[in-house]
């Protein structure tokens, strides 16, 4: 017995910092949201995949020293255990341990994720992520899927203000030839590049300069004059997509593995205009870098023109190496994850998220318990063509209240039957919307029901 139970002390029902729950009016919302995903995903071709939220920390990389990011690692009995802190790893083991998979293989995957961060607006240490990549293809094409993919799922979510900005790493590797500075202080330049958002061209030129430690521990970049000169020239290339393909053709002319990069960019953007996707919706931005260090080309990040505090809610890129720590080849792969759980903080704040408190449409009243089980029978017989039917179950037993339920919970249709509707075989279909009853058979009230959604 616990120290609460012997003296009697209530529980505190206190939330851990960082988690949250879902109420059923965003849950519904949350669902709808998630099918809506799903079924944009399937519309491409993409498979489902399951796998453990529970992975060694061996697969994972958490066991390694240099591992940067905060997770919740374990010992379970005698095993050293990490829970997921994305999908990607995980898919690359999959891949790795079915060798008979047909390739390009194009999966999804819809989980939890866990990483112990510090919680902000929109982002919590437990989120779902919505995965989709294809591995095995290292074609331009898979890329551009990839893009497309990202529009047509924020379009079927009725999302019109956003722009997906999207890059090359290899575009940004090549800077350290560019701009002339050690090629192993090129992750640490693209994690001070990608904060440009956040800290303004200001704060970034403050990072390349310092020579103190930064909060990871690492030294400072203390990059060279001329070396910043460079890349902030770099950083402020305006124009749109199209002018900025060629500006970097002359900027980085000599400088392989950024023209190798450039020329994605360029095809990429052919490709999406072919498609007709709006230009208001896409765009080549040079300072998007992706901070994990396992992308190797085009990369890409979604923000919500309205909303652009909560950050990115779709993000990806290329991982061609990824895979290589478990079969020892170079595996091409790209793809991209929708923060569900961002997205819904951001729709949520802009008042874009459709609560829902119930997933009935309708209700069956009992003011006769004399006809119980022909309810439930009536409840049954209306499930079985495809209308969600809740019988009240609760202790008022007047039609008043149990309309007044049906009310709270935007139940859109009430069915009355007493024993005045049962002597004619008939139900009374009351409309909670247009305010207005009627007296008909169930057929009737079923075809009305189904016409109204």
């Not at 009310?407 to 305010?435: C, D, H, Q, T, Y």
Request: aromatic share 8%; net charge neutral.
């Amino acid at each position: 017995m616990s120290k609460e139970e012997k003296t009697g002390k209530k529980l505190k029902p206190e939330l851990l910092g960082g988690f949250r729950d879902y109420l059923p009016s965003v849950m519904i919302a949350r669902q709808e949201i998630v099918s809506n995903i799903r079924k944009t995903f399937e519309s491409f071709g993409f498979l489902p995949l399951e796998t453990p939220g529970l992975e060694r920390s061996s697969v994972l990389g958490t066991d390694k020293d240099e591992f940067k990011m905060q997770v919740y690692r374990f010992k379970a009995g005698d095993q050293d255990v990490t829970l997921r802190f994305d999908l990607t790893v995980p898919l690359s083991r999959v891949v790795s341990a079915n060798a008979d998979l047909i390739k390009p293989f194009k999966r999804y995957q819809f989980g939890s994720v866990w990483r112990k961060e510090s919680p902000q607006a929109g982002r919590y240490r437990e989120f779902a992520q919505f995965d989709a990549d294809i591995v095995g293809s290292d074609s331009i094409l898979s890329d551009t899927e990839i893009i497309n993919l990202m529009y047509e799922t924020l379009k079927n979510l009725e999302i019109n203000e956003f722009v997906i900005r999207f890059n090359n790493r290899k575009i940004l590797n090549g800077l350290s030839f560019f701009a002339n500075f050690d090629k192993k202080k090129t992750s640490q330049v693209l994690r001070s590049l990608d904060k440009l958002d956040k800290i303004g061209l200001e704060g970034v030129v403050k990072e390349l300069e310092s020579k103190n430690h930064n909060e990871i521990g690492e030294d400072g970049l203390a990059l060279s004059e001329e070396s910043i000169y460079k890349i902030v020239e770099f950083l402020k290339l305006k124009g749109n997509s199209q002018e900025l393909i060629q500006k970097l053709k002359i900027l980085f002319e000599g400088v392989a593995v950024a023209e190798e990069g450039i020329k994605e960019c360029e095809e990429i953007i052919k490709n999406l205009e072919y498609l007709n996707i709006p230009q208001i919706n896409w765009k080549l931005d040079l300072s998007i870098a992706r901070g994990l260090g396992y992308y190797t080309g085009p990369v890409f990040e979604t923000t919500l023109n309205n909303c652009p505090e909560i950050g990115s809610v779709f993000s990806g890129g290329r991982f061609d190496d990824l895979i290589m720590r478990f079969t020892g080849e170079k595996i091409p792969s790209v793809g991209a994850s929708v923060g569900v759980d961002r997205l819904l903080a951001a729709l949520e704040k802009i008042g874009k998220l459709e609560k829902k408190n119930s997933t009935a449409k309708a209700l069956i009243t009992i003011i006769d318990q004399s006809l119980s089980q022909k309810i439930l029978g009536i409840a049954q017989k209306f499930r079985s063509v495809g209308i969600n039917t809740e019988v009240y179950l609760g202790k008022e037993k007047g039609l008043k209240s149990q309309i007044i339920y049906a009310a709270k919970r935007e139940i859109p249709f009430v069915i009355i039957i007493g024993e005045e509707e049962n002597s004619v075989g008939k139900i009374k279909l009351k409309s909670m919307n247009e305010r207005k009853e009627e007296l008909v058979t169930e057929e009737e009230a079923i075809n009305t029901i189904k016409k109204s959604y």
